[in-house]
């Protein structure tokens, strides 16, 4: 979602969705593009490029977006890249298993999450929220400052995940919620609703999801989860 936003705010581009419970991403055209076998991926003529983070500082640096996005100013670069280096062991896993843990895994795939296992996954959720509001966001508007940058637009949607799986992270953090606001309003509402559209409708399309799809990926998604 964040590289969708980011193209669609910056460039033109020719957009693809495939949908990975039918598989498409371990086809040989898919994994032309990226062998990783992962979304997002990107190709610029001969150029394949994989993981979201790699490919919008790619973007910014070759159609010279506008500065707030990835800043010039060496320190606000570096404020930006410190918050993207984070987030990976932090917001993005965290967030992910709780989309995981909630809805995916006993709704897709019929298998209950441990109790301890969901615990564990709220508590590390609510500890790296707390860290970003403290640590990244303090009293500025935005990670960096005054200046919306890709810092955000990476938090947000990794922070909206929880709530595809109907988890309110916003609910009594005011200003978590008032940051999510602005970043909506620079993003534009439209934009913003479009990119979340699908995730935030996951829980009325598990239900009439066919379970037959997930079984190729049970055994790895449970593995990697679960274990």
């Not at 460039?11 to 062998?35: A, M, R, T, V």
């Not at 934009?191 to 935030?200: R, S």
Request: with cysteine.
């Amino acid at each position: 979602r964040s590289v969708y936003i980011f193209a669609k705010k910056n460039i033109q581009f020719d957009h693809k969705k495939i949908s990975l419970f039918d598989g498409f991403q371990y086809g040989d055209e898919f994994g032309k593009i990226n062998p990783l076998r992962k979304v997002p991926a990107m190709k610029d003529g001969d150029f394949c490029l994989a993981e979201s983070i790699a490919i919008m500082m790619y973007l910014a640096e070759k159609f010279h977006t506008p500065d707030y996005w990835y800043p010039a100013d060496l320190q606000k670069r570096a404020r930006v890249n410190e918050y993207l280096s984070w987030q990976h062991s932090a917001i993005r896993i965290h967030g992910s298993k709780m989309l995981w843990f909630k809805l995916l895994i006993p709704k897709a795939m019929g298998v209950e999450v441990p109790k301890e296992k969901m615990d564990t996954a709220e508590e590390n959720l609510d500890a790296s929220l707390i860290i970003f509001e403290e640590k990244f966001l303090q009293d500025r508007p935005f990670i960096v400052g005054d200046k919306f940058s890709l810092a955000d637009l990476v938090a947000v949607v990794e922070i909206m995940q929880p709530v595809g799986a109907g988890v309110d992270v916003f609910e009594n953090r005011p200003k978590l919620k008032a940051w999510k606001d602005r970043v909506r309003e620079e993003i534009g509402a439209e934009l913003f609703d479009e990119a979340h559209q699908a995730i935030l409708s996951l829980q009325e399309a598990v239900k009439t999801m066919d379970p037959k799809k997930m079984e190729p990926l049970k055994p790895k998604i449970l593995k990697d989860l679960l274990s």
